[in-house]
């Protein structure tokens, strides 16, 4: 493969940003990827932070497995709802079905969701 700017030299590598081939005289090491120019070398600065941001939001690459927190607010919602509708049943005597119902369904929702981001090792 050849230089995109350079049709005779021999290409090393691709730029990251704007994938075209580069030289060696063309070429620049940003540490995080090669560049062929100063703008190409900020897309590829900013490509890496979006890159390392969204492994520490899905938790890949971190032994830490924390609980999601969408999954938390569905089961705070679940215990709710469910007390509540326990609460109104055997203390107050009167069965509230919508209330039970919706513990019910958030807590399911959310035993479905913690259930399958542990299948796919995800924590977001």
Known sequence: MKCFN???EDAVGICKACNKAVCMSCVTDTGYGLACCEECASEAKD???IIKKNKLLLGIGSDKKFMPTGLIMFFFFGILFTGFGLYLNLIKGRTDFFILLM???FLTIGGIGW???RKINLSC
Do not use: E, F, L, P
């Open 6 to 8: 350079h049709n005779t």
């Open 47 to 49: 490509v890496d932070a």
């Open 103 to 105: 513990g019910i369904g």
């Open 115 to 117: 259930y399958r981001n």
